[in-house]
């Protein structure tokens, strides 16, 4: 389970950063930062990919109640210009920009760092390792599968209410019969290959 033996190592107060939504077509990135309160902390925070859906919700509520949160969002049409790689590290930087306060240091999720003036350190497979990069990633999956499930609402035929954008088959079918939206990112290659498909069809 994570813990907080590398948030003790740094100067407080520690954000934990993480993302969700670097592979989907479509759909916004997400990153969200999170400082843990010194005492109240939840129990059962881990790395949201092993939390069910009901349990990454209770937690994300009971996070928002007493955690500092600063979500960053990148859309679609942004990702296309920036590139995912660019797109993930502006919006761990809007994160972290939104908490309302500077952090001593920030522990971000992965290899990487985006280009700030915080303190940080990268940690692999941080969100299985730190408590703070685990309650960032509760809160940035449940956050862009909210906002997915509000687009599924407008977009039925895409399966979002299941894939959350990602490329499963439903997803792909649908993308073959009904062509892209505008939330799709045009960059990757299987809506590429899905507009020039459609393209085709109306010469």
């Not at 990153?31 to 902390?41: D, F, H, T």
């Not at 590290?89 to 760092?113: F, I, Q, S, W, Y």
């Not at 590429?192 to 010469?203: C, I, K, P």
């Amino acid at each position: 389970m994570p813990s907080l033996k590398h948030e003790k190592l740094c100067l407080a107060p520690v954000a934990g950063v993480d993302e969700a939504g670097r592979g989907p077509l479509a759909g916004p990135v997400v990153a969200a930062a999170v400082i843990l309160p010194a005492k109240g902390i939840p129990r059962g925070i881990d790395d949201s990919k092993k939390l069910a859906h009901a349990d990454r919700a209770r937690l994300h509520d009971r996070l928002r109640a007493c955690a500092i949160v600063g979500i960053g969002i990148v859309e679609a049409e942004e990702i296309d210009t920036l590139n995912i790689y660019w797109a993930t590290m502006k919006a761990m930087t809007l994160a972290v920009e939104a908490l309302g306060c500077a952090p001593g240091h920030v522990l971000v999720d992965g290899n990487r760092l985006p280009k700030w003036g915080f303190a940080a350190t990268p940690i692999v497979k941080g969100d299985s390792i730190s408590l703070s990069i685990a309650a960032a990633s509760i809160i940035a999956k449940h956050t862009r599968d909210t906002i997915m499930l509000a687009h599924a609402e407008a977009h039925p035929q895409y399966g979002w209410h299941s894939n959350k954008g990602y490329g499963a088959p439903d997803h792909l079918r649908a993308l073959r019969e009904h062509g892209p939206c505008p939330l799709h990112r045009r960059s990757f290659a299987p809506v590429a290959e899905a507009y020039r498909a459609r393209e085709t069809l109306l010469v």
